[in-house]
């Protein structure tokens, strides 16, 4: 069953004498299509994103990658 109607003050009110019975499990529906946005032009992302000449700020062996994970599974 579709039954119109409209917002009003952040309530759906009905269109015409229709009245459902209390409690009624409903499903809403907006008329309006989605306004997507999309950017003007795609291009690739140059990385690195800041320019930066000094050493790294950790090393990531092998080890160490394996105790981050090791740490993330114990948090949670």
Do not use: C, H
Request: glycine share 8%; no cysteine.
């Amino acid at each position: 069953m579709e039954v119109p109607g409209q917002v009003r003050n952040g309530v759906v009110v009905l269109d015409g004498p229709t009245r459902l019975p209390e409690g009624a499990r409903v499903v809403v529906s907006y008329g309006a299509k989605p306004r997507i946005r999309t950017a003007p032009v795609r291009r690739p992302v140059t990385l690195p994103i800041f320019p930066y000449n000094g050493p790294p700020d950790i090393e990531l062996t092998n080890d160490r990658i394996a105790e981050v994970l090791d740490i993330e599974d114990a948090s949670a």
